[in-house]
């Protein structure tokens, strides 16, 4: 009868002892579902052109003529930037616009000679691409996170990709290989490790134009090796436009843009 009591007496007082947890669970899901109503909420900035330009299959140019921008709180970031980038040339500057994250408030940023307002939104996500400074992985196999820079890429296309910019070895000292799950958000894997994914995958679209978003910011010596090579062959034969704070990053530009007050 005691250890009958004492069963009961516990399996009453646990949902009490629960309740804490559960109240601070619901406010953590409402919070969180209140900023996506928020974002919801927000107006569309980026209006797309239908049907649009399509971009040449090649490196691009890029230009930009008295831009301007302001974040939405504060006043303007930049001011009256003028700017030209021959087709191949690798420079240090500015990239949210020329993604096209954010539209300039003043001015035009054209690439390849076409404003980027203009071109068809399918043409602007093959032929310009974005490596950020936390590459973000998708929980599955790196095969898969690089073949979702191309759809309908095959198994010896994502095999080539890697072997183009000397990651071969690197793919062979991973458990399974290409086949080695990277985790949700990639958290499996280090961070110097997303970032060779990342790159990996946007080569393998083969833009005119890579952006890449302080590429080599938070990554251990052994793999900075790995991703300085692969940097130098992803490049070549591209236009390549790099936000860097390093030093040695920067240093391996063609020229570099400074933006100042």
């Known amino acids: 009868r005691v250890t009958a009591f004492l069963f009961l007496a516990e399996a009453f007082l646990h949902v009490f002892t629960d309740l804490p947890e559960v109240y601070a669970e619901t406010q953590t899901a409402l919070s969180g579902w209140r900023k996506i109503l928020a974002v919801l909420d927000l107006p569309v900035e980026i209006v797309e052109p239908a049907p649009g330009v399509t971009l040449p299959p ?17 006043g303007p970031v930049l001011r009256g930037v003028s700017v030209e980038v021959p087709a191949g040339a690798h420079v240090a500057t500015f990239a949210k616009l020329l993604s096209r994250l954010a539209d300039p408030l003043a001015g035009r940023v054209e690439v390849g000679g076409v404003g980027l307002r203009e071109v068809a939104p399918g043409s602007r996500r093959s032929s310009v691409r974005m490596v950020p400074q936390d590459g973000f992985l998708f929980d599955t196999t790196i095969r898969e996170n690089v073949r979702a820079g191309r759809a309908g890429a095959t198994d010896r296309e994502v095999d080539a990709a890697f072997e183009e910019l000397g990651l071969g070895e690197w793919l062979a000292t991973l458990p399974d290989g290409i086949e080695t799950r990277v985790g949700e958000r990639g958290d499996a894997v280090s961070a110097g490790e997303r ?37 130098r062959r992803v490049s070549a034969g591209r236009t390549t436009v790099t936000i860097a704070h390093r030093l040695s990053t920067a240093e391996a530009a063609d020229w570099i843009v400074v933006f100042d007050a």
């Not at 090649?58 to 504060?74: C, K, M, N, P």
């Open 195 to 231: 970032q060779l994914v990342a790159l990996v995958r946007a080569h393998i679209a083969s833009p005119g134009l890579l952006i890449l978003d302080e590429a080599t910011s938070a990554v251990d010596p052994a793999t900075e090796r790995r991703l300085s090579e692969a940097l």
């Open 58 to 74: 090649t490196a691009l140019s890029v230009r930009a003529d008295g831009v301007g921008y302001s974040y939405r709180e504060g």
